[in-house]
């Protein structure tokens, strides 16, 4: 018999100070680009892909703007505030874990075993 077991591995990103509010962090994630903001308080983390045709957004006046054609999104959510994104697309959200001022994001594994 074959068994599906998931487990969560946390991957260090940076140290909370260097996350400063109103600032992007750039990192990868599974190979592509990331980015990690401070807004509010709190820390977020995205897939740094603009749905619109794939650029990289950064931080400016409060929001994530993308380089090439200036469409913005919310800090909060990902979510598309401005055209050219298509309203209702979003930038993909990554999980994070804080704890003793280090940041991590959750990669998922899944794999196989005969036995548990
Ligand atoms: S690639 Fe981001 S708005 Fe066009």
């Given amino acids: 018999m074959c068994y599906t077991n998931i487990m969560a ?9 260097k996350v400063k509010e109103g600032e ?13 903001i401070r807004h509010g ?5 995205f897939i740094n892909i603009c749905p619109h045709s794939g650029y990289e957004t950064k931080m400016y006046e409060g929001k ?9 999104f919310d800090p909060d959510t990902g979510m598309a505030l401005t055209l050219p994104a298509t309203p209702g697309s979003s930038l993909l959200e990554i999980k994070l ?5 280090k940041i991590y994001h ?11």
């Fill in 97 to 101: 874990k804080v704890a003793d001022n």
């Fill in 106 to 116: 959750l990669n998922t594994i899944v794999f196989k075993s005969k036995k548990l």
């Fill in 24 to 36: 992007g962090f750039d990192f990868k994630y599974k190979g592509r680009p990331a980015i990690l």
């Fill in 9 to 17: 591995q946390e991957i260090f990103i940076t140290t909370a100070d």
């Fill in 64 to 72: 994530l703007e993308c380089v090439e054609h200036f469409a913005t």
């Fill in 41 to 45: 308080g709190g820390v977020k983390a």
